[in-house]
């Protein structure tokens, strides 16, 4: 076997993937990823931003079950963020509960939250759909601006610094780092086991075409809702672990449209919308970039990086829309010797 | 009674300010089926288009418009022939991008200004009229006076001039717009320079009212796509009578309910007219699932 056909052997494995199939795959993803924080085990700057890269990963790829495999747009995943960090905020502050117990009502909450929403906007197609999650995250900011005996109004709430392991609290950076990957890993299981399974299919038959799948007997609504409560139970976990890693938030950073719902669209669609690993790579390459440039030009030209990140965008959208992963499994192919 | 009188007051200048930012937004989406993100922005930099015509020529914002109606139409064009143009057919992506458009004009103008907030003055700043005893701004007047004149400016000239039939055309049915000889991009690269052309036009007569900020764009985006919805898709008159409807809720809601809880009212709103009639008030029925679907 010459090496141009173990590589396409590679590029295309034979049949319809399982999950069987994904998770070795997965799991050797997160081994190098879990290399990758060894090596900066001893470098707190890098290791922070590979917990900021890892959360949003998982945040990505959590979106990416709705937004990339059933074609929803949503804009409001900001809110499950943020109901995943109220209730652990809450539970943690008031409750005395240990944050991690806490996860497990955060995720329920969020996907609670997002099926009641959702139920009647999944009538909405396209960007009304779009429209109508960034109009509940408007909705929901001014209410948590108005209810601050739960979410500390304006002030935010603030996790007092009491280290330890059950208040999920740590001294070093490289447990952070460790979390998140754990965050990521839980994501990157969670949709691979989605996509590659009949509920991932019916998924992708809504996105291509949703009344072709009416016709073929798939529930839509259902089937939408599913998607979203699982997405939106990852990302309330997710919301949990940033409220517990950065200790202090306000609505308006929990709630933010730039900074949490749209981000973890735009870092899906860099990195390749609808596959599995590109909201990974998507992530890796947004957050290190981004720090990167407001080290280089935060100081001296106030904003330059969100310019660059921009570009990026509309530079993604025209000239490679199936994001970094497309870009590479292109390149893979190439090499393989098969026509792209 | 003065109260309430007040209050409605309040709310139709308001109004008017929010009809005037929606016209344009609403021509793009309607006859493009574009949800132009970067909409806010362009009011936005008609604002600092106002400022930079009074810091180097001493113009007044309303003299300016002359310059910046123009600049945004030139914008305007040009972004559709260099960045949506291609993305035809995939209105995801071009959400996407007119998002990219919006961060990188919003934090151009950041890095330009240094965050610095600017204000300008006009002849009127100071000036009010009252009318019985009720006093107004004449900025917010001329605002709500200027948004009905422009409304119904355009509806005028979509209903009458030829390129007006040919847009008209071109929302309805494109492919058989183009076989009566409509060249379809032209159409489409002026309407989005007009829309454009109307957002800076927004933001230089609004330019008096507000401090600047590079971010100002977003205050007035989100309430732009509700007053969009609420008027219904690609209707002008239902964008200018959905501004009114949409600032006297806010003003209502704002006195009524609390100051503090006057988006959510507003934006509940918008969610159960999304839900109940998602065509909007002046909107054709279905628009929201054909409209936006790629006409083939």
Same mark, same amino acid.
């Given at each position: ?19 069987? @199939? ?99 906007? @999944? ?12 109009? @509940? ?40 780092? $460790? ?6 890993? $839980? =994501? ?42 699982? =997405? ?54 947004? $957050? $290190? ?10 100081? =001296? ?40 | ?48 288009? &106002? ?64 965050? &610095? ?108 796509? &509700? ?59 279905? &628009? ?9």
């Amino acid at each position: 076997m010459s090496k141009a056909d173990r590589l396409r052997a590679w590029a295309k494995p034979r049949g319809v993937p399982t999950f069987a @199939f994904e998770l070795p795959i997965n799991l050797a993803v997160l081994a190098t990823l879990a290399a990758l924080v060894w090596a900066f085990r001893a470098d707190g700057f890098s290791l922070n931003i590979l917990a900021g890269a890892f959360l949003f990963a998982g945040l990505a790829t959590s979106w990416n079950i709705v937004g990339g495999f059933c074609g929803q747009f949503s804009l409001g995943h900001s809110v499950f963020f943020a109901t995943g960090a109220y209730t652990t905020a809450n539970l943690y502050l008031k409750f005395h509960v240990s944050p991690w117990l806490a996860l497990v009502p955060s995720a329920f909450l969020s996907a609670g939250i997002a099926v009641a929403v959702s139920w009647p906007v @999944f009538r909405l197609r396209g960007p009304f759909f779009a429209f109508a999650t960034m109009a @509940f995250t408007e909705v929901l900011l001014s209410l948590a601006m108005y209810f601050d005996s739960v979410t500390g109004g304006s002030r935010g709430v603030s996790v007092p610094f009491r280290a330890g392991f059950a208040n999920m609290i740590f001294r070093d950076r490289l447990s952070y780092a $460790v979390l998140m990957l754990g965050f990521l890993a $839980v =994501s990157l299981i969670v949709l691979s086991a989605i996509a590659r399974s009949r509920l991932g299919y019916r998924l992708q038959a809504i996105r291509d075409n949703e009344d072709a799948a009416r016709a073929a007997g798939i529930d839509v609504l259902r089937e939408k809702l599913v998607a979203m409560a699982l =997405s939106a139970a990852l990302t309330g976990i997710g919301g949990a672990l940033f409220l517990m890693y950065v200790r202090v938030a306000d609505p308006p950073t929990l709630f933010s449209l730039f900074d949490v719902g749209v981000k973890m669209a735009l870092i899906t669609l860099i990195g390749g919308i609808g596959t599995i690993y590109g909201p990974l790579l998507g992530a890796l390459f947004v $957050v $290190v970039l981004e720090n990167f440039l407001r080290a280089e030009l935060g100081g =001296s030209i106030p904003g330059g990086n969100l310019i660059v990140l921009g570009f990026i965008l509309i530079g993604t959208a025209l000239f490679l829309r199936r994001g970094i992963y497309g870009a590479l499994t292109g390149l893979v192919a190439r090499f393989a010797g098969k026509p792209t | 009674m003065s109260e309430i009188l007040n209050i409605i007051a309040v709310g139709l200048l308001l109004g008017g300010v929010y009809s005037l930012v929606s016209v344009g937004l609403n021509l793009i989406f309607g006859v493009i089926r574009i949800v132009n993100f970067a909409q806010g922005e362009f009011v936005m930099l008609g604002m600092y288009g &106002a400022f930079a015509a009074q810091v180097a020529l001493h113009m007044d914002p309303y003299v300016a418009v002359v310059l910046v109606t123009p600049a945004l139409f030139l914008l305007g064009a040009v972004v559709y022939a260099v960045i949506l143009r291609p993305l035809g057919g995939e209105p995801m992506m071009q959400i996407f991008a007119t998002f990219g458009l919006l961060m990188v004009l919003q934090n151009v103008i950041l890095a330009v200004s240094g965050g &610095a907030a600017y204000s300008v003055d006009s002849v009127l700043s100071s000036r009010s009229v009252s009318i019985g005893p009720l006093q107004f701004g004449l900025v917010r007047v001329v605002a709500l006076t200027a948004s009905s004149v422009v409304a119904a400016g355009l509806g005028l000239y979509l209903k009458l001039s030829l390129q007006g039939k040919a847009i008209r055309a071109v929302a309805q049915d494109r492919k058989a717009a183009q076989l009566m000889g409509i060249d379809v991009e032209r159409v489409y690269t002026i309407t989005f320079g007009v829309g454009a052309a109307l957002a800076g036009l927004a933001g230089c007569l609004l330019s008096p009212l507000y401090t600047m900020s590079p971010q100002i764009g977003t205050n007035f985006i989100l309430p732009a796509f &509700a007053v969009v919805v609420l008027g219904g898709l690609g209707s002008v008159l239902g964008a200018y009578v959905g501004g009114f409807i949409v600032g006297l809720t806010e003003a209502l809601a704002g006195y009524y309910i609390d100051p503090s809880l006057k988006d959510a009212v507003l934006f509940l709103m918008f969610i159960i007219v999304l839900i109940v009639r998602p065509s909007g008030l002046f909107g054709h029925a279905g &628009a929201e699932e054909v409209g936006l679907r790629e006409q083939s």
